[in-house]
């Protein structure tokens, strides 16, 4: 199983960023994928999750900026793909960004590398 995060960047407070998470290599698919955020000298934090049946959750310092989103292939369960829409970000947002993705046969709890937003004000 592998996870890989993009999207990353720097941009102004008020800006939007889009992360993606490719994650691939389950035979039976994912279950609950999600994003937490590590800044530096903090302790990782939850920021969204959703499940397989596109249940989504969000700490509420993003509630009403952040979308957490998932494109399942009906062809290829193996494989998905986990989004993070990030709009109106704020110099608080600065973080690096990681994505998890939880197997749905093994339950066993996958994580990606991490991919830095960098929000200016």
């Known amino acids: 199983v592998q996870l890989q995060a993009s999207g990353g960047g720097s941009v102004k407070t008020g800006g939007s960023l889009r992360l993606s998470c490719a994650a691939s290599?389950?035979?039976?698919?994912?279950?609950?994928m999600g994003w937490y955020r590590q800044a530096p000298g903090k302790q990782r934090e939850l920021v969204a999750t959703i499940t397989a049946d596109l249940i989504t959750a969000y700490a509420d310092s993003v509630k009403g900026r952040f979308t957490i989103s998932r494109d399942d292939s009906e062809d290829d369960s193996e494989n998905t793909v986990a989004y993070l829409q990030m709009n109106s970000l704020k110099p608080e947002d600065t973080s690096v960004y990681y994505c998890n993705a939880r197997t749905l046969k093994s339950q066993t709890v996958f994580w990606g590398q991490g991919t830095l937003v960098t929000i200016s004000s």
């Open positions: 290599g389950a035979i039976f698919g994912f279950e609950d």
